[in-house]
């Protein structure tokens, strides 16, 4: 059902749905994490346990269990959550005891006799075992990869190429994620239309307010204006990602303001096309696409954890670095290179080449004239934010561009076959 901007009051009925929803989803990380945890300690108590053997200690110990438990109880603020608990860490510390005395059974003569006697049923348990295991495994794996899972509810600001594409791919890898989109009417009541959305707003605090994930796809200044205006109404379980192309300022931003408990993950997708807008999104290629993550101070584990997850789940590839390292390669792999399609295309124009001759060109000609193509306002601001690092490598490619120059001059060309040898070491 695609709803109308109209229709948006009436949505309030989903409310109670898209809370269950978030809670399910969040019970299935604890339970992920505290399995994890409760395996940790158990192989604590084995370790013990050993321990105890060799010092000919009793596997019991009432003091110690009932520091457990009255330690255990004080975490609860519910008298009857933490009598649960109680009731819970009983059961787990008789689990503890027994797999310690288990460990006494196994060196006895009678065990080990025991042992060898039934030594072939044991191979087939251990086979079985490892089957149910893979399957489990398996299993954990394909969970893994429902990006609902982790985000039930998620909105994008700004619906352009790159929010339009994260769009697409959350409809076609997780079709039950609830969308909501921030952006102007033309462009929400056109992806309303093709389905891409399940809510439409104008207004971006009311959208952020009711999603478990928010992502700022919109210009990169226009990121930070929109960070700063919805954090106060952030609250906690929530994450935000920015999808801009320079990390360092917003990451800087984020860390500093208050974000009401809500996590904060600096990000980068490293797809794209040099056109822009809702409709260029259709035809971009993000097939085993790099996500690049820049945790902050404002990251928990947890998030990056459930974030590097979801997108798997979309099929792309995340990759960690530090908003600075980001900053400072995609300076050269990026910037940089956007800025040399450009100054050879203005050289190129100052030379008055006809249309005709613009004919003769290769295939690395074609590739950067497609950058040529790209819009400058984007561009422009990423210059500028970016712009220390950049000064930095297009003064590195000027020492480049003059050691070619001054080895044509000196007809020294072992010095050219040296450049292609280091940078074909970069292509590889």
């Known amino acids: 059902m695609h709803l109308q901007l109209d229709e948006i009051d009436d949505l309030n009925w989903r409310k109670p749905i898209i809370k269950l929803e978030e809670s399910r989803a969040r019970i299935d990380e604890l339970d992920e994490l505290i399995a994890n945890l409760i395996n940790e300690r158990l192989m604590l108590c084995k370790e013990i346990g050993e321990a105890k053997k060799r010092m000919n200690k009793p596997v019991l110990d009432d003091k110690r269990e009932k520091e457990v438990l009255s330690r255990v109880s004080a975490v609860a603020?519910?008298?009857?959550?933490?009598?649960?608990?109680?009731?819970i860490y009983k059961t787990m510390l008789a689990g503890s005891r027994g797999l310690q005395e288990?460990?006494?059974?196994?060196?006895?003569?009678?065990?080990?006799?025991?042992?060898?006697?039934n030594s072939e049923s044991n191979e087939e348990l251990k086979q079985d075992q490892a089957n149910s295991s893979q399957d489990s495994s398996e299993q954990t794996v394909a969970q893994t990869r429902n990006p609902q899972r982790y985000f039930p509810t998620v909105t994008i600001i700004g619906l352009g190429?790159?929010?339009?594409?994260?769009?697409?791919?959350?409809?076609?890898?997780?079709?039950?994620?609830?969308?909501?989109?921030?952006d102007s009417p033309e462009v929400l009541q056109k992806a309303l239309g093709e389905g891409l959305i399940d809510c439409a707003e104008t207004k971006t605090v009311n959208a952020a307010e009711r999603s478990s994930l928010i992502i700022l796809a919109a210009p990169p200044k226009k990121n930070i204006d929109l960070?700063?205006?919805?954090?106060?109404?952030l609250s906690r379980r929530q994450l935000v990602?920015?999808?801009t192309s320079t990390k360092k300022e917003?990451?800087?931003?984020?860390?500093?303001?208050?974000?009401?408990?809500?996590?904060?993950?600096?990000?980068?997708?490293?797809?794209?096309?040099?056109?822009?807008?809702?409709?260029?999104?259709?035809?971009?290629?993000t097939n085993d696409a790099v996500f690049c993550l820049t945790p902050t101070s404002k990251s928990s584990q947890m998030s990056v954890k459930r974030f590097r997850r979801w997108l798997e789940g979309l099929g792309l590839k995340p990759v960690e670095a530090s908003p600075a390292s980001h900053d400072k390669v995609l300076a050269r792999t990026s910037h940089l290179v956007q800025l040399i399609a450009v100054a050879l295309g203005a050289s190129i124009a100052d030379q008055n080449v006809t249309e005709h001759e613009l004919k003769l060109h290769g295939p690395a000609f074609k590739q950067l004239a497609r950058l040529m193509e790209s819009p400058p306002e984007m561009w422009l601001d990423l210059f500028n934010q970016n712009k220390e690092e950049l000064q930095v490598a297009i003064q590195d490619l000027v020492k480049q561009l003059e050691l070619a120059s001054d080895a044509l001059d000196d007809k020294d060309f072992e010095k050219l076959v040296k450049m292609f040898h280091r940078a074909k070491s970069v292509a590889e």
């Not at 960070?227 to 109404?233: H, M, Q, T």
């Not at 500093?256 to 259709?282: M, R, T, V, Y």
């Open 77 to 87: 603020s519910d008298p009857v959550i933490a009598a649960q608990l109680v009731d």
């Open 102 to 117: 288990k460990l006494n059974e196994t060196t006895s003569p009678k065990a080990q006799a025991g042992a060898n006697a």
């Open 161 to 182: 190429l790159i929010g339009g594409t994260i769009a697409r791919l959350i409809r076609k890898h997780s079709p039950k994620t609830n969308i909501t989109a921030v």
């Open 227 to 233: 960070l700063e205006s919805i954090a106060p109404k």
């Open 241 to 243: 990602v920015d999808v």
């Open 250 to 285: 917003i990451c800087t931003v984020a860390e500093n303001l208050d974000l009401h408990g809500a996590d904060f993950i600096g990000g980068h997708p490293l797809f794209g096309s040099q056109k822009s807008g809702l409709d260029a999104s259709s035809a971009v290629a």
